[in-house]
């Protein structure tokens, strides 16, 4: 079984801050997915992640995918309360998803 | 993206009562769909794939009885929770692949069941 663990687990911070959410497996993915939800909604997709190294940008956020392809972060400058929701990082044939990282950004 | 409906987006019972949640893929035909158990702030559980034409593979510890799976066809999979009780209570979603890109899913929004 492909297990990820995602860190932290909870984080509140202020609004301008930089936060960095964390995705590890001792397992190789072919890709990665990482998801945003909101409470009372299903997960939406915010990017796919496949080649080692492979960087991809959506406004604020900075996905990276590990060289070895083990594991992954999601880097989000100037948080904003818009960005407030869960994360989850998602992978493998079954999608195993990690536990999620809870983000509260304060106004 | 694709779209993934779920339906009702929540529902209220009796103990005891059986409860059934439609996921539709609206612009995409969908041969295997996913449904996620979740608990507030908790990741999401996978807890059987349903595959059109054909018996639902569930999840270890996941009650196939309890929760019956149809995917009668390539654009809808029904989740059925049976003789309903308390803890059964839960938000159910649903995801399914759009096959553009291996490994995406797209998600209802989600079924937010109570059993009173």
């Known amino acids: 079984t492909q297990l990820l663990e995602q860190s932290p687990q909870f984080l509140s911070i202020q609004e301008g801050e930089n936060l960095t959410v964390y995705c590890n497996s001792s397992?190789?993915?072919?890709?990665l997915q990482w998801y945003r939800q909101e409470p009372g909604e299903g997960p939406v997709l915010l990017v796919t992640?496949?080649?080692?190294?492979e960087v991809k940008k959506l406004k604020r956020l900075t996905f990276q995918f590990g060289d070895a392809r083990k594991d992954s972060s999601l880097h989000i400058t100037a948080a904003q309360p818009g960005d407030t929701g869960l994360y989850l990082c998602?992978?493998?044939?079954?999608?195993?998803f990690g536990e999620g990282t809870q983000l509260t950004v304060n106004p | 993206g694709a779209v993934v409906s779920q339906h009702p987006s929540w529902v209220i019972c009796k103990s005891g009562t059986s409860v059934k949640i439609e996921c539709r893929s609206l612009?995409?035909?969908?041969?295997?769909m996913f449904w996620y158990r979740q608990f507030p702030k908790q990741s999401l559980m996978l807890m059987a794939t349903?595959?059109?034409?054909?018996?639902?593979?569930?999840e270890q510890g996941v009650e196939k009885d309890k929760f019956l799976i149809n995917h009668a066809s390539l654009t809808l999979s029904t989740l059925t929770v049976t003789s309903a009780h308390p803890e059964d209570s839960s938000f159910y979603i649903c995801?399914?692949?759009?096959?553009?890109?291996?490994?995406?899913?797209?998600f209802g929004e989600g079924s937010r069941l109570t059993v009173l």
């Open positions: 998602a992978g493998g044939k079954r999608l195993t």
């Open positions: 612009d995409f035909q969908a041969t295997t």
């Open positions: 397992s190789v993915f072919s890709s």
């Open positions: 992640v496949v080649t080692g190294g």
């Open positions: 349903s595959n059109e034409g054909s018996k639902a593979t569930y």
């Open positions: 995801s399914a692949h759009s096959g553009s890109v291996v490994g995406e899913l797209f």
